[in-house]
């Protein structure tokens, strides 16, 4: 079995200030991570992902994850956010072998403050 | 483009009745799924089909029922014996056996009763 925790269920920060939303997972199995991010009324999409090699992934609008082994987790950060990064976070995983079910946290909503 | 067309956005279904809810995706994906998110619970499986005419159910699948007769298409009836149907549904595809790769999600469709 496998499971996401996100414990923040919702981030408050300002404009230009760095934030961090944080992702612990559990797995008896070796995983694949993935950060998806849903706007309003809307799917989600991919983020970033951490399959395997350098353990710091980075996304093209400047977010990056960080894996951790020994602390289970995939904490996401950025040095400075933007009104536009205003979404929901998703963390979320997926066993490298067998049937790959995905399983999501409970998402973590930013709320960038001008 | 290639992507996952849901529809309607918007549904609203009356004490008692059926509704379905369409997905269909032109990306060629083998593996289809549904899923039902609410606030604070992120995103919960309903069923999940990895290939044509064969379909699993996934954590919550009481009251909901699916059929997968063609490779594009995975429609979730809701039935009348979901008592809480109000909820953003969202379908989503992937690669089987391609645990790296994204999932690819539709828009959503907004279920609520009347």
């Known amino acids: 079995a496998q499971s996401v925790t996100q414990l923040d269920s919702q981030v408050p920060v300002f404009e230009e200030a760095p934030v961090e939303l944080r992702c612990n997972y559990s797995?008896?199995?070796?995983?694949?991570l993935f950060w998806y991010v849903q706007y309003p009324n809307q799917g989600l999409q991919l983020l970033l992902k951490y399959l395997s090699g350098s353990t710091l992934v980075e996304s093209i609008n400047g977010f990056e994850a960080e894996f951790n082994k020994s602390q289970t987790s995939f904490h996401l950060r950025k040095p400075s956010v933007h009104i536009s990064d205003t979404a929901e976070y998703f963390c979320a995983v997926r066993s490298s072998g067998g049937y790959q079910k995905v399983t999501f946290g409970t998402g973590t909503k930013l709320q960038v403050i001008p | 483009d290639g992507g996952i067309t849901q529809s309607p956005k918007y549904l609203f279904r009356k004490e008692g009745q059926n509704v379905t809810l369409s997905c269909e995706q032109n990306l060629n994906h083998d593996a289809m799924y549904w899923y039902r998110q609410d606030p604070g619970q992120g995103l919960r499986l309903i069923y999940y089909s990895q290939i044509v005419n064969d379909f699993q159910k996934g954590d919550i699948a009481e009251g909901y029922s699916v059929s997968r007769e063609k490779k594009e298409s995975f429609p979730l009836t809701v039935t009348s014996a979901q008592k809480n149907p109000t909820a953003f549904y969202l379908c989503a595809s992937t690669e089987p056996d391609r645990p790296r790769e994204k999932l690819f999600f539709g828009s959503g469709t907004q279920l609520s009763v009347l």
């Open positions: 797995s008896s199995v070796s995983v694949y």
